[in-house]
């Protein structure tokens, strides 16, 4: 959209050739520069040397991953076991509670 009052000056794109742009990766060992469209296909990363150790990264990080979620499982089932342990406790000191004042309101009489 234009703003108001403004004209627009280009009423054909297609006569506008592609502009390319220059893109640096960044490699583990070397920055190459490489001149390709910006909307190009990707490299081919079979071709990757390191995708290898990729996989195994992203393997290990997944074992990782799981590795905590088992802690966490672990932790939420310990977390239950002390809410409930709490509870009966809180009920067995309500119950030694409304015992005493029981025994005291029978001693009164």
Known sequence: MLKDGAMPTVFCWSD???EWIKVIRHMERETQ???SDCEGEPDNVADDPSQPSAINQIELLQQQ???IQAELHNAN???KKSKQ???EEANAAIKII???KAQAQS???
Do not use: R
Request: aromatic content about 0%; charged content about 50%.
């Open 16 to 18: 506008k050739g592609k």
């Open 33 to 35: 520069a490489d001149e």
């Open 65 to 67: 991953l799981s590795d």
């Open 77 to 79: 089932e310990q977390l």
């Open 85 to 87: 342990k709490a509870a």
């Open 98 to 100: 409304s015992d005493v």
């Open 107 to 109: 001693d009164i009489d």
